[in-house]
């Protein structure tokens, strides 16, 4: 039994309540850590930490922040087996996806903003015989950074590195279903030297630590990736503190298949837009409209696909879908897979729980499963399952899959299947999505903004648009 700590000041610190929250594997069922119960106090001390440590970081130069960064991004490296065997075990996910994506993602976060920082330039504008005005960019101070559980040190670092390069002091709350990796990283910022106070990390439940952490006046910015009920909630509360805000939140994202595509690259690449970390992704493309020339070759292929997906023990190597993260968030899914059933949807397959044999009898796992016939206008097609659950839907214009493809409230991503240079620019221009992927999914480029429109965020992440939104911009004008 792991029992996890809090990372504050520097040092690892049990919680102030001295109280702790099981921590489940997904895959059994069991309890197999213990996470801090913290609470407000811990979140006080934590912030005193940044705020001591803070002086200092901010003044330090960019290049040595930097070179700090990478050091820590060396070590998630030379650790990735412990920290993917670690993500698998917490999350449910199978090793190899935390293998090949979620750590070294990880560590590409650190290593991209520990560079980065040395290449923000500010801005001057001339006026000609009368004035120079140039920009500083001033770190925020101490910022919240709030993480999800479907890819845990993946988006933890993806906020935390830009926010430290930045030369922001850090107190961030991992999600209390996944914490196991957050834990480890803070032991491999001791290792790496990271001063005192400069990342703090704090666990605990959202009612508890999350909250205590967006209404403390000392906090002037918080990132956020979460749900979008817990988006709003957190906006209304910030909103009168006056504090920055990035929220990246929901998605219900539409990938377009027209008839003109390399079908076998466009099934093999939705196969995994879909069922990728049990589809517990919010760039998971659940909406799969395919125009009608095509649809029963799309279908049959698609579904021969999923029929290879092997539903297993994550640990093990032949395993595509590992368990689904808790059992609540089971038991949600398989709310919308009846839903399905009464809004008159055609199950092609799946739809089951499955249940295994072994160490893994009590785990949550869900058959990958695909519905077609149900209206674009439906709850299943309008609302975020975030589960392995996809929709089939023939259409026959262009006019037609843009108005079902926008419908939603969301407008996180959107993929493209065509060969059509010309439809795919202007098809990605009529998507209300902050992120559109033509012939492929999930491609990543650290200096591209990354966010939604409508109800899935406000603001963006990655590349200089993280570096802008810790960092306060200050106009100086010389007189000539």
Same mark, same amino acid.
């Given at each position: 039994m792991h029992f996890l700590q809090n990372y504050v000041g520097g040092q690892l610190v049990p919680p102030a309540t001295g109280q702790y929250l099981p921590n489940i594997e997904p895959a059994t069922g069991q309890v197999f850590?213990?996470?801090?119960?913290?609470?407000?106090?811990?979140?006080?001390?934590?912030?005193?930490?940044?705020?001591?440590?803070?002086?200092?970081?901010?003044?330090?130069?960019?290049?040595?922040?930097?070179?700090?960064?990478?050091? +820590?991004?060396?070590? +998630?490296?030379?650790?990735?087996?412990?920290?993917?065997?670690?993500?698998?075990?917490?999350?449910?996910k199978p090793v190899s996806l935390a293998r090949t994506v979620d750590i070294p993602r990880a560590a590409s976060n650190f290593a991209f903003f520990g560079t980065a920082a040395q290449h923000f330039a500010s801005e001057t504008h001339f006026q000609e015989g009368v004035a120079l005005n140039y920009t500083v960019r001033h770190p925020l101070g101490v910022v919240g950074c709030i993480s999800p559980w479907n890819l845990p040190l993946y988006l933890f670092t993806w906020k935390i590195a830009p926010a430290l390069a930045a030369g922001c002091c850090v107190v961030a709350k991992p999600s209390e279903i996944t914490p196991y990796t957050a834990f480890l990283l803070s032991e491999l910022c001791m290792e790496a030297g990271l001063p005192a106070g400069v990342l703090n990390i704090v666990h605990g439940t959202g009612l508890a630590v999350g909250q205590a952490l967006v209404e403390h006046p000392s906090v002037k910015a918080i990132s956020f990736?979460?749900?979008? !009920?817990?988006?709003?909630?957190?906006?209304?509360?910030? !909103?009168?503190?006056?504090?920055?805000?990035?929220?990246?939140?929901?998605?219900?994202?539409?990938?377009?298949?027209?008839?003109?595509?390399?079908?076998?690259?466009?099934?093999?690449?939705?196969?995994?837009?879909?069922?990728?970390?049990?589809?517990? +992704?919010?760039?998971?493309?659940?909406?799969?409209?395919?125009?009608?020339?095509?649809?029963?070759?799309?279908?049959?292929?698609?579904?021969?696909?999923?029929?290879?997906?092997?539903?297993?023990?994550?640990?093990? +190597?032949?395993?595509?879908?590992?368990?689904?993260?808790?059992?609540? $968030?089971?038991?949600?899914?398989?709310?919308?897979?009846?839903? !399905? $059933?009464?809004?008159?949807?055609?199950?092609?397959?799946?739809?089951?729980?499955?249940?295994?044999?072994?160490?893994?009898?009590?785990g949550y796992f869900l058959q990958p499963t695909v519905f077609e016939g149900l209206p674009p206008e439906c709850r299943v097609n309008q609302e975020e399952i975030f589960g392995p659950v996809v929709t089939l839907t023939p259409f026959d214009t262009e006019a037609e899959v843009l108005d079902w493809a926008n419908s939603t409230e969301y407008g996180l991503a959107a993929t493209i299947w065509t060969r059509d240079l010309t439809r795919a620019h202007r098809v990605a221009h009529a998507l209300q999505s902050g992120i559109v992927w033509v012939n492929t999914w999930l491609h990543r480029d650290l200096r591209t903004p990354f966010g939604g429109m409508k109800n899935s965020g406000v603001g963006r992440e990655g590349g200089l648009e993280a570096l802008r939104f810790f960092t306060e911009p200050q106009n100086v004008c010389l007189k000539l």
């Open positions: 850590a213990q996470i801090p119960s913290s609470d407000a106090t811990d979140v006080a001390a934590a912030v005193r930490a940044a705020e001591q440590a803070l002086p200092t970081w901010r003044q330090l130069p960019a290049e040595e922040r930097g070179r700090l960064l990478v050091r +820590i991004s060396e070590l +998630i490296e030379r650790d990735l087996e412990r920290l993917a065997q670690a993500e698998s075990q917490d999350n449910g990736t979460g749900g979008t !009920a817990t988006g709003r909630h957190i906006a209304r509360t910030a !909103a009168p503190l006056f504090k920055k805000l990035s929220l990246e939140l929901g998605g219900k994202n539409p990938n377009l298949v027209f008839a003109d595509c390399n079908l076998s690259e466009a099934v093999a690449t939705s196969l995994r837009s879909s069922f990728a970390n049990q589809g517990q +992704i919010c760039l998971c493309g659940s909406r799969i409209f395919i125009e009608r020339a095509i649809y029963e070759p799309f279908k049959q292929a698609f579904l021969e696909g999923v029929a290879a997906l092997t539903v297993g023990d994550p640990q093990e +190597i032949a395993t595509k879908q590992g368990a689904l993260v808790s059992e609540a $968030h089971l038991t949600k899914v398989l709310s919308y897979i009846e839903l !399905a $059933h009464q809004e008159g949807g055609k199950l092609l397959s799946g739809g089951q729980r499955v249940q295994l044999a072994g160490r893994c009898a009590g």
